[in-house]
């Protein structure tokens, strides 16, 4: 690890989900799978699996599902793909109070979690993959892995299950008026931060270092690089 790395734990289930897209082939066609972690417990949430990119819509659809039965995270993270920012997902985390983070364009190692799903999925489906002889299997298929990868022991888990830990007594339960003190903290600092810049709207940047002040702040996260804590002052920012 180089003095430029850095490692985040995240120390709640629940306090953040990371969403992102992927593509195989299964039954000799393509498939889309759009996939979802939650960080913290590395529990799989069932992916949105489609021939297709999905649309925005259809991501909202599914966020919107995902929220009703498991409850919002307090953070969203993803990358810069139009369907992942479009208006409706907007929406969608507006209306249910989750604070989204974008990654840095071309930085794929700042949502490093999520990559390792899709390998996962990847790796689970490949060797199944004889089994999918439809869309109906194909679906089966998708939904079987998230199971299994979710109740398989982990070392980085101490030896317990993804589900085990994500559905656990630390599980995060915000209610709406902290999590709208935490956006609102969140803007301002951002705002001050950007305008020391000379710009007039927040950047993502910027915006990215605020979020993770409040979570340092809040005892949400626990950085590390090259093995010391570091400060919640410190401006360096990494996520993983």
């Given at each position: 690890?180089s003095?430029?790395q850095?490692?985040v734990?995240w120390l709640h289930p629940?306090?953040?989900?990371a969403?992102?897209?992927c593509?195989?082939?299964?039954?000799?066609?393509?498939?889309?799978?759009?996939?979802?972690?939650?960080?913290c417990?590395?529990?799989?949430l069932p992916?949105?699996?489609?021939?297709?990119?999905?649309c925005?819509?259809?991501v909202?659809?599914?966020l919107?599902?995902?929220?009703?039965?498991?409850?919002?995270?307090l953070?969203?993270?993803?990358?810069?793909g139009?369907?992942?920012?479009h208006?409706?997902?907007?929406q969608?985390l507006?209306?249910a109070?989750?604070i989204?983070?974008?990654?840095?364009?071309h930085?794929a190692s700042y949502?490093?979690a999520?990559e390792?799903?899709q390998g996962?999925?990847?790796?689970?489906?490949?060797r199944?993959?004889?089994?999918a002889r439809?869309?109906?299997?194909?679906?089966?298929?998708?939904?079987t892995a998230?199971?299994d990868l979710?109740h398989?022991?982990r070392?980085?888990?101490s030896?317990?299950?993804?589900c085990r830990i994500?559905f656990g007594k630390?599980?995060?339960r915000?209610?709406?008026?902290k999590?709208?003190?935490?956006?609102?903290w969140?803007?301002?600092?951002?705002?001050r931060l950007s305008s020391?810049?000379?710009?007039?709207q927040?950047?993502?940047?910027?915006?990215?270092?605020?979020?993770r002040?409040?979570l340092?702040k809040?005892r949400m996260?626990r950085?590390?690089?090259?093995g010391?804590?570091?400060?919640y002052?410190?401006l360096?920012l990494?996520h993983?």
């Amino acid at each position: 690890m180089s003095s430029t790395q850095c490692h985040v734990t995240w120390l709640h289930p629940n306090l953040v989900w990371a969403i992102d897209g992927c593509e195989l082939k299964l039954a000799g066609d393509k498939v889309h799978l759009q996939n979802l972690s939650d960080l913290c417990s590395r529990y799989k949430l069932p992916p949105l699996a489609t021939e297709y990119v999905p649309c925005g819509k259809e991501v909202a659809g599914h966020l919107t599902r995902l929220f009703t039965r498991l409850g919002p995270p307090l953070f969203c993270k993803r990358d810069n793909g139009s369907n992942l920012n479009h208006t409706a997902v907007y929406q969608v985390l507006a209306d249910a109070l989750v604070i989204p983070i974008n990654s840095p364009a071309h930085m794929a190692s700042y949502n490093g979690a999520i990559e390792r799903t899709q390998g996962e999925f990847k790796t689970y489906l490949s060797r199944w993959r004889w089994k999918a002889r439809s869309k109906d299997q194909i679906r089966l298929l998708v939904e079987t892995a998230a199971h299994d990868l979710n109740h398989r022991r982990r070392r980085s888990l101490s030896g317990k299950t993804a589900c085990r830990i994500y559905f656990g007594k630390n599980r995060l339960r915000y209610p709406k008026r902290k999590r709208k003190a935490a956006y609102q903290w969140i803007k301002d600092l951002a705002q001050r931060l950007s305008s020391t810049i000379g710009d007039d709207q927040i950047t993502p940047a910027s915006w990215r270092i605020a979020a993770r002040q409040w979570l340092m702040k809040n005892r949400m996260i626990r950085i590390v690089r090259a093995g010391k804590v570091l400060p919640y002052s410190s401006l360096n920012l990494c996520h993983n």
